[in-house]
Nanobody, 112 residues
Framework: QVQLVESGGGLVQPGGSLRLSCAGS????????MAWYRQAPGNEREWIAS???????TYADSVKGRFATTRDNAKNTVYLQMNNLKVEDTAVYYC??????WGQGTQVTVSS
């Protein structure tokens, strides 16, 4: 099974940008679509973006136009570029393979 490791979280001011990475192990990484989720304190985990193995993308309305996900199958990595961040984007961000594997999560805090 694919194992996933996220990185790139941190503290950023409102209006700023961050890029998250999700690195996968195993030769089967490229056959799966991938998704991004986030979970804010006291809230349920919510889906925010998906990317198919061919690169097709879909987004939740809450992030559409601000976030973009891409993938580099040669590097077994998926990215989430987050622009114009808002305080309400503060959460732990997770990547997930359509094959079922989850990453460990990375904290994103948006605060002035």
């Amino acid at each position: 099974q694919v194992q996933l490791v996220e990185s790139g979280g941190g503290l950023v001011q409102p209006g700023g940008s961050l890029r998250l990475s999700c690195a996968g192990s195993g030769s089967s990484f490229s056959i799966y679509g991938m998704a991004w989720y986030r979970q804010a304190p006291g809230n349920e985990r919510e889906w925010i973006a998906s990317i198919t193995r061919g690169g097709g993308t879909t987004y939740a309305d809450s992030v559409k136009g601000r976030f973009a996900t891409t993938r580099d199958n040669a590097k077994n990595t998926v990215y989430l570029q987050m622009n114009n961040l808002k305080v309400e984007d503060t959460a732990v961000y997770y990547c997930k393979s359509f094959g079922g594997a989850w990453g460990q999560g990375t904290q994103v805090t948006v605060s002035s």
